[in-house]
T-cell receptor, first 112, second 115 residues
């Protein structure tokens, strides 16, 4: 399974932007980059996903490097509710099932 | 639209008893995934089911664990003769298609405690 590398933890101040990096140097051409987050005592929550182009939705933006070996999840204005563990996951193509392989993620702390 | 519903939210069992965890996917979703999160550990894939079929059970322990997703009704994860090491949060997710560009939608889990 393709591996992703994320910092163990990051800190941000409320109402400031947050850039969460992810390295995935062994990504293959059909792998999608997915981001999920898990708030305390809750199930994971889908955030965003993309293949090659940058993506925006109501929750976040996803910036994908041109060589696709890294990506950055951008929270434009962090709130206290964004404190969570953020997981960057490669979803394999080529006929593999869509099971998600979670790493250790990045624990984001948001300071008021 | 109701999201993925899991019940019970909390389940307490004594060693040797059976645990049944239920998952109702989002409306229209026929692909169900089960994951387990042991205390202080990450989420691990267990099994992927479509209606009436187990597609990928590569993450399921070989003994005592089974899963089903009948034509009617919720998906069930069944653990027989539970042991202390089965204490964990069990999450179910569903998706519309089994394609790698499809998000999975998770329930809030069942927290299983073994006395």
């Amino acid at each position: 399974d393709a591996k992703t590398t994320q910092p163990n933890s990051m800190e941000s101040n409320e109402e400031e932007p947050v850039h969460l990096p992810c390295n995935h140097s062994t990504i293959s051409g059909t792998d999608y980059i997915h981001w999920y987050r898990q708030l305390p005592s809750q199930g994971p929550e889908y955030v965003i996903h993309g293949l090659t182009s940058n993506v925006n939705n109501r929750m976040a933006s996803l910036a994908i490097a041109e060589d696709r070996k890294s990506s950055t999840l951008i929270l434009h204005r962090a709130t206290l509710r964004d404190a969570a563990v953020y997981y960057c996951i490669l979803s394999r193509g080529g006929g593999a099932t869509n099971k998600l392989i979670f790493g250790t993620g990045t624990l984001l702390a948001v300071q008021p | 639209n109701a999201g993925v519903m899991q019940n019970p939210r909390h389940l307490v069992r004594r060693r040797g008893q059976e645990a049944r965890l239920r998952c109702s996917p989002m409306k229209g979703h026929s692909h169900v995934y089960w994951y387990r999160q042991l205390p202080e550990e990450g989420l691990k894939f267990m099994v992927y089911l479509q209606k009436e079929n187990i597609i990928d059970e590569s993450g399921m322990p070989k003994e005592r664990f089974s899963a089903e997703f009948p034509k009617e009704g919720p998906s069930i994860l069944r653990i027989q003769q539970v042991v202390r090491g089965d204490s964990a949060a069990y999450f179910c997710a569903s998706s519309l298609y089994d394609r790698n560009n499809q998000p999975q939608h998770f329930g809030d889990g069942t927290r299983l405690s073994i006395l």
